[in-house]
């Protein structure tokens, strides 16, 4: 547990949440990123139809779960129609592939272990929960968005997918409430979100499928 027992003069907590997902996201990713590239900037990525198809694939199964849990705990009450929902979303992106004639995969074990891992943690940990809820909407209705239009205008002739279409304020659902310590567990479970996510992610330039 952090010793920090006090908010930072001036941050609310969702400003805390993503300056610590900031330290995760390397500089090559958002001019925000504080972490040393590992690979080509984004601008640089080769993906593939069937690599991102996987993403896709993946991403929606960890949506399904997200807004499973969110519908059945009762904790997670505030979060419920959001605006945020992207299950359905997916579902019309992949139906599109589909009139492509494009053959959707089954979800890979990337998405099934940050499945079972939120599955989890949504009963005992809600702190952990809503940090990985964060990362992932944060990281797709950002960062996400500009990886989408790249890989649009280089595979898809720029289509515009519904993935990358959203409504809802994500900084509008964490006003929790929450002492300084429960929110120092939220945040300490940033990396493990960020490494769950970036696993899934690497998948749009995958050959295989």
Not at 22 to 36: F, I, R, Y
Not at 61 to 81: Q, S
Not at 91 to 96: G, I, M, P, V
Request: include cysteine; proline fraction near 4%.
């Amino acid at each position: 547990m952090s010793e920090r027992k006090h908010d930072p003069q001036g941050l609310s907590f969702v400003d805390e949440m993503r300056a610590a997902s900031m330290k995760l996201h390397p500089k090559n990713l958002t001019k925000e990123g504080e972490k040393e590239p590992e690979g080509p900037a984004v601008s640089e990525w080769e993906p593939s139809v069937s690599g991102f198809l996987q993403f896709l694939v993946d991403s929606k199964l960890v949506y399904d779960t997200f807004e499973a849990i969110i519908r059945e705990v009762a904790y997670y009450v505030e979060f419920r129609n959001s605006g945020l929902e992207r299950s359905e979303k997916l579902a019309k992106d992949l139906e599109w592939f589909k009139d492509q004639k494009r053959t959707i995969p089954e979800p890979s074990d990337r998405g099934h272990s940050h499945a079972r891992y939120l599955e989890q943690i949504s009963d005992k940990n809600p702190q952990a929960f809503i940090c990985h809820f964060y990362n992932v909407y944060f990281a797709h209705s950002s960062g996400g968005r500009i990886i989408g239009r790249m890989v649009s205008a280089k595979i898809l002739d720029n289509k515009e997918l519904e993935f990358y279409k959203w409504d809802g304020v994500l900084s509008q659902l964490l006003q929790n409430g929450w002492s300084r310590d429960e929110k120092d567990h939220c945040l300490e479970e940033t990396e493990i979100s960020f490494k769950y996510s970036k696993e899934i992610l690497r998948l749009i330039q995958s050959r295989a499928g």
